[in-house]
């Protein structure tokens, strides 16, 4: 099938059926970026959309196979595609690209968490050590979730900060609202089970909250057989078996109400590029508990309860306060709601058109 010239191709190879924060970052960023013209190169039709078709078995839904099979693909196939279609350059809602091929791209780095918090036997250690870094050093600029995400790339790989972009995600405000729904009795949180993730300081407050009978901690997002095992031998030894949930991914359809109805976003990480959960508790009029340290001050501004995240006690005293005060949480809902209004999808396309209108 013949294809005409495209300035601009967007790489979606990466994306999977069950849409987590890269997924969800890309398909509602690429909309906005539709009066420049972008072919898609991906594995499903968009409509209303130029796409050039290309292999389905380049996601982490295939899981290690899936990554090599990507890499593969764009070392050997993306520069063919990109010379075929006569493109000027390639954006990647990843930080993925060919290297030395002579290919122009520009890509988003969500996190560099992977050199933050390295794993021992990690399959995918050099790629986050030596490929992520070289793409960045390749790259025509940089497009990051937060200013703390640019502090890291300019520091792990010695980028230049007038390269680097940080724009800020959005949100589907016609989908996560505040729905004036009654507050049900659990606390939520929303997200991997990774260590960085903090869930076992999040139990442990939990079971030191001193009425923590009257409460329930519901943890939503993809188990994960290297981490929920530790998670649910914690929760049974504390005997919290009746009160905590893992209810696993939670299908999109379901996140606007079970946010609503929670006491409290419990979203203390050890680090994040950027943290959407508490930009989606937030619009939904959910007060947020948070970290104090790395994007999520950027994201919840005054308008959550920020903590110390290596603290048990301030991560649990938080959410006594919350569940206790009802002044105090008709307050965050306040100024949550406001705060999510200077978030918005049609923004962070906005931005990132005009970077790439430079580079085009």
């Not at 398909?27 to 594995?43: D, E, I, M, S, Y």
């Not at 940080?166 to 729904?181: E, H, K, N």
């Not at 949180?189 to 990774?194: A, L, Q, S, V």
Request: glycine letters at 4%; charged letters at 20%; a positive charge.
């Amino acid at each position: 099938m013949p294809y005409t010239r495209s300035n601009l191709l967007i790489n979606l190879s990466f994306l999977i059926s069950k849409p987590t924060g890269l997924a969800i970052y890309a398909k509602n960023l690429f909309p906005h970026l539709k009066h420049l013209n972008p072919t898609l190169l991906a594995a499903e039709k968009f409509p209303n959309s130029n796409c050039y078709e290309i292999p389905s078995n380049l996601t982490p839904e295939q899981g290690i196979k899936g990554h090599i099979n990507r890499l593969i693909w764009t070392q050997t196939q993306l520069p063919k595609i990109y010379k075929q279609l006569k493109s000027n350059l390639l954006f990647s809602p990843i930080p993925e690209a060919p290297l030395s091929a002579g290919c122009r791209y520009i890509v988003t780095v969500h996190d560099l968490i992977a050199l933050r918090f390295p794993r021992r036997f990690d399959p995918l250690a050099l790629y986050h050590r030596y490929y992520i870094p070289q793409v960045l050093r390749q790259a025509q600029h940089v497009i990051c979730d937060s200013q703390a995400t640019a502090k890291d790339i300019a520091n792990f790989c010695q980028i230049s900060p007038d390269l680097i972009s940080p724009i800020f995600p959005g949100y589907d405000a016609s989908f996560f609202r505040f729905l004036d729904l009654p507050t049900s009795n659990y606390f939520l949180y929303i997200g991997r089970h990774n260590p960085y993730k903090n869930l076992q300081r999040i139990v442990a407050a939990f079971a030191a909250l001193p009425d923590n009978s009257e409460y329930e901690l519901w943890i939503a997002g993809s188990e994960d057989k290297r981490y929920t095992p530790v998670l649910k031998a914690q929760v049974q030894e504390l005997g919290l078996v009746a009160r905590v949930k893992f209810l696993d991914y939670l299908p999109p359809a379901q996140l606007p109400e079970v946010i609503n109805r929670a006491i409290a976003l419990v979203f203390p990480s050890l680090w994040e590029g950027f943290g959407l959960p508490v930009l989606e508790a937030m619009a939904c009029g959910t007060p947020a508990i948070t970290s104090n340290i790395s994007s999520m001050p950027e994201v919840a501004g005054n308008a959550g309860l920020l903590v110390n995240p290596y603290s048990v006690g301030e991560i649990a005293e938080a959410m006594g306060n919350i569940a206790r005060d009802s002044k105090l949480r008709s307050d965050l809902r306040a100024m949550g709601l406001a705060r999510a209004k200077e978030f918005s999808w049609e923004k962070t396309g906005r931005e990132t058109a005009e970077v790439l209108d430079r580079y085009i």
